[in-house]
């Protein structure tokens, strides 16, 4: 037995399951949609967090020539990207 299904007996199938496939296929469908919008979330946060951190390495340039006011801004922008994280909740 091989070969593709025809439309008309995949109809028949889903109809004889009392609508169980059609459910599945549903639930198959809303479970693509959120893990998709998990992966937009996570790409964002990995973007956000190597923009933070690409700024830290400047900042943290020792050949600067205000270190004090360096760190006061590493500070912030950790504490920023440590909060964005926390609040996203997606590496919880």
């Known amino acids: ?17 009392a609508g169980g496939v059609a459910e599945a296929i549903v639930q198959l469908e809303h479970d693509l949609e959120q893990k998709d919008d998990l992966a937009r979330r996570l790409i964002d946060q990995c973007r956000y967090q190597h923009l933070v951190l690409s700024e830290i390495h400047s900042l943290a340039n020792p050949d600067r020539l205000i270190p004090c006011d360096d760190i006061r801004s ?12 926390n609040k996203s909740g997606l590496l919880a």
């Open 74 to 85: 590493i500070r912030a922008k950790a504490h920023a990207a440590i909060a964005a994280a």
């Open 1 to 17: 037995m091989g070969g593709a299904i025809d439309a008309q007996a995949l109809g028949d199938l889903m109809d004889d399951d």
